[in-house]
């Protein structure tokens, strides 16, 4: 009897302990500091709320035919996911989630060295109106008031010479619902700082997976950091 307690006592704990190293209990968030291995998130989480939750007013006047059609899916693709995120299609005068297609002029000089390794950018004002960098976000309010997303105006270049047909309308959704895992304030889980396997959106990378939609990792995040 004793020694049947025992075993119990001995299976519970280590029941526990399995328990606490499988939870994840942090977010994988934009922003670290430290060093190797003992990364520290600096967290950041938008700032509006709307009954509770994330409110993002949102806007895609400026997207081209390559990204327009599916501009509704994309922006109901959080909602959707995760009960911590409300999404409004406004116009742009109130929005503030700008998703647009980049110029060409500005992708040539911004990003034409990385692309295609960069389809989407996504810029985050804080509440106090300072753009957050990782030079920066030590001094934002930590939370995020407006995000400008751009995307490659370069998208239907790629479709033949890159892009497999029949992935790109995936390649193109990823890539928006995965900027706007970025203004939600969410990182790479797949980098450098404490990096998993796990299906996620916002892996850098993303697109090529076969899914465009938030998965479980990324609705885990959501509930650890809102
Ligand atoms: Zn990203």
Redesign the pocket.
């Known amino acids: 009897m004793k020694h049947n307690k025992k075993l119990i006592v001995t299976f519970l704990l280590l029941l526990m302990i399995s328990m606490l190293s499988s939870v994840d209990v942090f977010a994988h968030e934009i922003f670290y500091e430290g060093t190797s291995p003992n990364w520290q998130a600096i967290p950041i989480v938008w700032d509006e709320r709307v009954s509770g939750k994330v409110h993002l007013k949102m806007n895609g006047d400026y997207l081209n035919s390559d990204y327009s059609s599916y501009y509704i899916e994309v922006s109901n693709a959080w909602p959707n996911a995760s009960t911590k995120v409300s999404v409004a299609r406004t116009n742009f005068g109130t929005s503030k989630v700008d998703l647009a297609t980049a110029s060409k002029s500005y992708w040539d000089n911004r990003w034409r060295e990385l692309s295609p390794f960069v389809l ?1 950018v ?1 810029y985050l004002t804080s509440t106090d109106g300072i753009s957050i960098t990782r030079n920066t976000v030590k001094q934002s309010s930590r939370r995020i008031r407006y995000a400008a997303i751009l995307l490659t105006p370069y998208m239907s270049a790629y479709e033949s010479s890159l892009f497999d047909r029949n992935r790109r309308p995936n390649h193109i959704r990823a890539t928006m619902v ?2 706007i ?2 203004a939600l304030g969410l ?2 889980p797949n980098v450098q700082y404490y990096p998993v396997n796990d299906k996620s959106i ?1 892996r ?1 990378g ?1 697109g090529y997976e076969g899914y465009y939609t938030p998965q479980q990792h990324d609705i885990n995040d959501l509930a650890n950091k809102y």
């Open positions: 989407g996504c995965h900027e895992g970025h990182g790479h916002m850098q993303t």
